[in-house]
């Protein structure tokens, strides 16, 4: 009877506790909330511009949206939502739905606001590893040829690049040298054609203060003697029949490394140092490893497509010069993630803001924002206009952010009064490099955002929905402009004591409007 009592009494103290929304719940299939007031982000980077979450928001975490994404939802009442396996998140009739079939979700209410959820989430699900990428890609500028040469990689105009950046008043830093350098997918070898002397040009590059990456991908060309050695040993994805999967990417149709497999991590991290030891590369842009292109396909551990995605992650912790754009977990690891490709356009623009405050809010604190002016491609090809307002606004957002990657050539697209507003930004950024590598420093070992969402930093306050303006730390206000054609901007400056640029003195919390010339970035110091 005493045993039938106390089952009764443990029972409904967790009726109470699930009721009254505080400590942890587990619930095998679905959680559902009333959103009311309280504000939700979930973790698909790709949607931070439409966030905090509101009726008609759908998301399947099988998907990756082509960006990163991280297991987790999170509000500004201190709640959190985990699982290590993907689920679907909508929003009707102001009501957050969480399904997740078999998989264990995690509920936990342990904090009163966004950074206590965050700090609960970061030290139970993704605590921080203490290691910190190479300090190069946030005390300098980020360089990649992506968008000046595409396809046509090669040794002379990757030279003349460098020596154009370097000509044109930039520091150095990290070059990228991406997509089509090398033989073939797979055959990770300068090709001969395009690259005469690699080693001559790694040690220019060296020369110049460069430290270069090299882009990577997981896919093997089908025609290639590497397919053929790899096949032979089992060492690629397979589709149901047991054959050697061919999967269709942006480039045609490949095999796919199986990193599920040792004898296959062993090859692909051969072949990386090899090109460290060989043409002293520096370090790895790490591009594809989407859930999607793992679909429906046999592996040797038998795991599925995000857990392929992470995977591909973990290749990254042993090189300190890396960079990601997928990515599924590993948040609190020292790997760069990537914002997706932008287009050339003022709206996707604005997204770098909510963008990046997103991931500093679900644990991805090492980021970079895309490609100064747009990465994507397509926006740059001949014939294409080139809003010059847009480049610089886009540097003057990159300016204060963890990272800054140039690969438009502002030298080259920019007039006179347009290329020294981008000059200018870059010097601004260097005011505050030490200010951003120790915030990255701290990052390492704590988890902490190093851009931080106005709501982070002052709860509730009605700040949740501002994801134009972003703090660096807690103490630098950051409003770039970034809109066509106004000059002007609306500021939201919290409370406290605020000084200008211009050493003029702000005190919060007030709303105030801005002048912001070309070359100008509105920024605010928090004083005693």
Same mark, same amino acid.
């Given at each position: 009877?005493?045993?039938?009592?106390?089952?009764?009494?443990?029972?409904?103290?967790?009726?109470?506790?699930?009721?009254?929304?505080?400590?942890?719940?587990?619930?095998?299939?679905?959680?559902?909330?009333?959103?009311?007031?309280?504000?939700?982000?979930?973790?698909?980077?790709?949607?931070?511009?439409?966030?905090?979450?509101?009726?008609?928001?759908?998301?399947?975490?099988?998907?990756?949206? /082509?960006?990163?994404?991280?297991?987790?939802?999170?509000?500004?009442?201190?709640?959190?939502?985990?699982?290590?396996?993907?689920?679907?998140?909508?929003?009707?009739?102001?009501?957050?739905?969480?399904?997740?079939?078999?998989?264990?979700?995690?509920?936990?209410?342990?904090?009163?606001?966004?950074?206590?959820?965050?700090?609960?989430?970061?030290?139970?699900?993704?605590?921080?590893?203490?290691?910190?990428?190479?300090?190069?890609?946030?005390?300098?500028?980020?360089?990649?040829?992506?968008?000046?040469?595409?396809?046509?990689?090669?040794?002379?105009?990757?030279?003349?690049?460098?020596?154009?950046?370097?000509?044109?008043?930039?520091?150095?830093?990290?070059?990228?040298?991406?997509?089509?350098?090398?033989?073939?997918? /797979?055959?990770?070898?300068?090709?001969?054609?395009?690259?005469?002397?690699?080693?001559?040009?790694?040690?220019?590059?060296?020369?110049?203060?460069?430290?270069?990456?090299?882009?990577?991908?997981?896919?093997?060309?089908?025609?290639?003697?590497?397919?053929?050695?790899?096949?032979?040993?089992?060492?690629?994805?397979?589709?149901?029949?047991?054959?050697?999967?061919?999967?269709?990417?942006?480039?045609?149709?490949?095999?796919?490394?199986?990193?599920?497999?040792?004898?296959?991590?062993?090859?692909?991290?051969?072949?990386?140092?090899?090109?460290?030891?060989?043409?002293?590369?520096?370090?790895?842009?790490?591009?594809?490893?989407?859930?999607?292109?793992?679909?429906?396909?046999?592996?040797?551990?038998?795991?599925?497509?995000?857990?392929?995605?992470?995977?591909?992650?973990?290749?990254?912790?042993?090189?300190?010069?890396?960079?990601?754009?997928?990515?599924?977990?590993?948040?609190?690891?020292?790997?760069?993630?990537?914002?997706?490709?932008?287009?050339?356009?003022?709206?996707?623009?604005?997204?770098?803001?909510?963008?990046?405050?997103?991931?500093?809010?679900?644990?991805?604190?090492?980021?970079?924002?895309?490609?100064?002016?747009?990465?994507?491609?397509?926006?740059?090809?001949?014939?294409?206009?080139?809003?010059?307002?847009?480049?610089?606004?886009?540097?003057?957002?990159?300016?204060?952010?963890?990272?800054?990657?140039?690969?438009?050539?502002?030298?080259?697209?920019?007039?006179?009064?347009?290329?020294?507003?981008?000059?200018?930004?870059?010097?601004?950024?260097?005011?505050?490099?030490?200010?951003?590598?120790?915030?990255?420093?701290?990052?390492?070992?704590? /988890?902490?955002?190093?851009?931080?969402?106005?709501?982070?930093?002052?709860?509730?306050?009605?700040?949740?929905?501002?994801?134009?303006?972003?703090?660096?730390?807690?103490?630098?206000?950051?409003?770039?402009?970034?809109?066509?054609?106004?000059?002007?901007?609306?500021?939201?400056?919290?409370?406290?004591?605020?000084?200008?640029?211009?050493?003029?003195?702000?005190? /919060?919390?007030?709303?105030?409007?801005?002048?912001?010339?070309?070359?100008?970035?509105?920024?605010?110091?928090?004083?005693?």
């Amino acid at each position: 009877m005493q045993n039938m009592n106390r089952s009764w009494y443990i029972l409904i103290i967790l009726l109470l506790i699930r009721v009254a929304g505080f400590g942890q719940i587990i619930e095998p299939e679905s959680i559902k909330f009333r959103i009311g007031e309280t504000a939700w982000w979930s973790g698909v980077i790709n949607h931070g511009e439409i966030m905090p979450l509101k009726d008609g928001y759908r998301a399947d975490f099988n998907n990756n949206y /082509g960006n990163q994404i991280q297991p987790l939802l999170i509000s500004n009442r201190g709640q959190t939502i985990w699982s290590e396996q993907p689920f679907t998140v909508e929003v009707k009739d102001d009501t957050l739905y969480v399904r997740a079939g078999d998989a264990r979700l995690i509920y936990d209410h342990s904090g009163r606001d966004l950074k206590e959820a965050f700090q609960f989430a970061s030290k139970s699900y993704f605590p921080p590893a203490g290691i910190l990428p190479d300090e190069l890609l946030f005390s300098a500028p980020q360089y990649n040829t992506w968008i000046e040469l595409q396809y046509d990689q090669n040794q002379q105009d990757i030279l003349q690049y460098a020596n154009d950046i370097l000509n044109s008043g930039f520091p150095p830093g990290v070059l990228m040298i991406d997509d089509n350098w090398q033989e073939d997918y /797979g055959k990770w070898v300068f090709h001969p054609g395009r690259f005469s002397k690699p080693v001559e040009m790694m040690d220019s590059l060296h020369h110049m203060g460069f430290k270069v990456m090299m882009w990577i991908c997981p896919f093997i060309s089908p025609d290639c003697d590497v397919y053929r050695y790899l096949e032979s040993r089992k060492m690629l994805l397979r589709d149901s029949t047991g054959r050697t999967a061919i999967v269709r990417w942006w480039n045609g149709a490949s095999g796919l490394l199986d990193l599920s497999n040792p004898e296959t991590v062993l090859w692909f991290k051969d072949q990386l140092n090899m090109l460290q030891s060989d043409y002293g590369v520096d370090g790895f842009k790490f591009d594809a490893g989407d859930p999607v292109f793992y679909r429906d396909l046999v592996s040797y551990n038998n795991i599925g497509p995000n857990d392929h995605c992470e995977l591909f992650a973990r290749i990254g912790l042993d090189y300190p010069l890396n960079e990601y754009r997928a990515m599924w977990k590993m948040a609190g690891q020292p790997i760069v993630n990537r914002l997706r490709d932008k287009y050339h356009t003022w709206e996707d623009a604005r997204k770098l803001i909510p963008h990046i405050l997103l991931q500093g809010m679900v644990g991805y604190n090492f980021t970079c924002p895309d490609m100064v002016g747009g990465g994507d491609y397509i926006s740059f090809l001949p014939g294409a206009v080139m809003d010059q307002d847009l480049i610089v606004r886009s540097a003057q957002t990159h300016a204060l952010m963890p990272m800054m990657q140039f690969s438009v050539a502002p030298w080259r697209i920019l007039d006179e009064k347009h290329f020294k507003a981008v000059q200018k930004a870059v010097k601004i950024r260097k005011e505050y490099r030490d200010l951003i590598l120790e915030l990255a420093e701290e990052s390492a070992i704590t /988890g902490e955002p190093v851009v931080r969402s106005m709501e982070y930093v002052f709860p509730h306050l009605g700040y949740d929905i501002i994801s134009d303006q972003f703090l660096l730390g807690d103490h630098i206000l950051v409003a770039p402009l970034l809109e066509p054609g106004t000059g002007t901007r609306t500021i939201v400056i919290p409370e406290g004591k605020w000084k200008e640029r211009n050493g003029k003195i702000i005190r /919060g919390p007030k709303t105030v409007e801005r002048a912001v010339g070309l070359d100008e970035i509105p920024v605010f110091e928090r004083i005693k």
